[in-house]
Each structure stands twice: as C-alpha cells, then as structure tokens.
C-alpha cells in the first residue's frame, strides 16, 4: 500500500514542481515543502492509511496547475513573461549597426550572438551595416578613376548640348552617399521588426503555457 | 456560463479578503499548515482548492504579517506553526473595521435596490 500511494503523492509533487518551473528556487522549495507537510501530517492522521484517503487528500489539496496559479498572482510572477524584459543585447546591436566602422563590427559581433534572429536576419543586418564599407571602397574607387566626386559638373565640355550629362554622375554619388545611410538604418530597422514579431512570440508561448485560470 | 461567472465573482470577492481570514484564524492560536488549511476549507464556499493557501501563506510570511516556527507533534513528524506578528495583528485590525463599514455600506445599498 505505502508504495502505491507514495508514488501517487511523488507524482503529485513533481507535477506541482514543474507548474512552479518560473518561479525562484527559494520560493518553490517553500511551497513545495508546505504542501508536502500538509500531506504528511494528513497521513499521520490516517489509521490505518488507505489510498483513497490520500486521494482524497490530493483531490482536495486541487489540481497543481491552480496552486501554481494562486502562487503567481500572489507573487506577480505571471506578469513578467506576459510583459517581456526589454531584449538589452539586441537593442545595443540595432544601435550600434548604424554607427559607421567600429559600431558596425560591434553591432555584427552582437547580432550574431544572439539567438533571437534567425540566420537570414542575422545575413541581412550583417550586409545592410557594410554598406559603409563597400561605400568607403566604392569612393577610394571613383576617386580612383579620377571622377571627381564633387565637381563633376565642371568637366562638362563647355559647348555640349546635353546638359544632362553631370547628373549620371551625381546619380553615383547620390547612391555613393545616401547608400551608407540607407542601408544600414534600414538592416537596421528589418531587424528591429524582427526583433519585436520574437519578444512577442516567445512571451506568447510562456504566457499560454501558464495562464491556466486561477481557483482558489 | 453562469458558473463560469459565478466562479469568477467568487475569485474577485477572495482576493482581498481571503489573507485577512487566515490572519484571523491565527489572532488567537499559533496553527500548523493543515489545521488551518482544513479549518478554511471547511467553512463553505471560501475555497476549493486547500493547497491555494500555501502560496498565500509564503506571501504573507514575506510581507512580515505571520512567521513560523517548528513545534514537536504528538503524533508524526515535527510541524511548522504560524503565527501571527503584531504588524500582521494590526493589519487585521484595520482590515476588520474597514470591513465592517464596507459590508454595512454595501448590504444597505443592495436592501434599497431590493425595495423599489
């Protein structure tokens, strides 16, 4: 009989110890030692012990997902994955990709670590933050070839009919100079929508798991 | 539906003043966890799961209103008994005038709806 029904009372415990999984070490030891108190003195008072009595014992003691809900609202656990924590390494990577150079090997570094962007995002923040770099290139180039990025006008042949001609150049330059700042704040942005489609994912899933109704 | 309701009514009306029963059952009289717990869950309709009182009772502890200390049993393994702290005396205290003035105020108002 005392196997039966220390089995019964074991998975009783572990049950309620899993619906505690949230909850600090401390305070789920105490309410767990508590209840198993209770089940001990109730069978201290069995004579003899069946296990019917200790069902009942269980039965009126309740379902461990209402204890556990009675615990969170006690203790305001609940509301912490419900309001998720701010995700503080994945805010500094959006910061700092957009911060040319060293704020972009910072902000790589970061998304990478991370695990709440998947690979693609990770690419995407990855390439949209070195645009600075293939801008910086790209102007070494240009300068390179002698296209003087900021009087292209003036070597226009004073008698050409296509005035036209100085703004294909400039059309580079536009994209040389507005692409840096572009490209990275728009990575940047992706991965902060991103970002946001996960926090709420996840404290989604938490919450669902343990927003059983609360009975006293 | 309407015991889904009832359920909930009867969760909210609990809420605040469930903690304040436990104090007054310990104004007088240290009590172990299942003489209190058994003793709520007899009085009807006041819960429905004993183990709900648990929680409450690591609450109030961590607010200061009762703490435990561990007595020898007559029977069976040590218990730990609670027992009421003066901040959690005059917690009660306060709780008990106020609801005094709150019930009265709330049974004169149902009484008048009833009469027109």
Known sequence: MTTATDALIGRYLDDLNAELALFPAQQR????????????AARAAMDPETEADVRTVLERLGDPADIAAEARDRFG??????????????????????????????????VWISRLWTTRD????????????????????VEAVNIPLSASGSDTPVGSPHVVEPTGASAIEVILVAAPFVLPIAASIYLAIRLRGQVAARSGEVHAGSSRGSRV | MVSAKRDSLITQMRRGT?????????????RYGFDLVRTLGDADGLITSEGT???????????????????????????RYYELTSAGDQALELFTAEWDRFTNAVDRVLKQGEAR
């Open chain 1, 29 to 40: 030891q105490e309410i767990l030692d508590e209840i198993g108190e209770h089940i001990a």
């Open chain 1, 77 to 110: 656990i609940q509301a912490e994955p419900a309001r998720p924590a701010t995700p503080w390494l994945e805010v500094i990577a959006l910061v700092a990709l957009v911060i040319p150079f060293l704020g972009w090997l910072v902000g790589v570094v970061l």
């Open chain 1, 122 to 141: 990770k690419l995407i923040g990855t390439l949209g933050g070195m645009s600075w770099v293939v801008a910086g290139l790209g102007t070494i180039m």
């Open chain 2, 18 to 30: 469930l903690e304040y029963c436990v104090l007054a059952l310990l104004r007088d009289q240290a």
């Open chain 2, 53 to 79: 009182i648990y929680p409450l009772l690591s609450r109030l502890r961590r607010d200061g209103l009762v703490t435990t200390a561990w007595h020898e049993s007559p029977s069976g393994p040590p218990r």
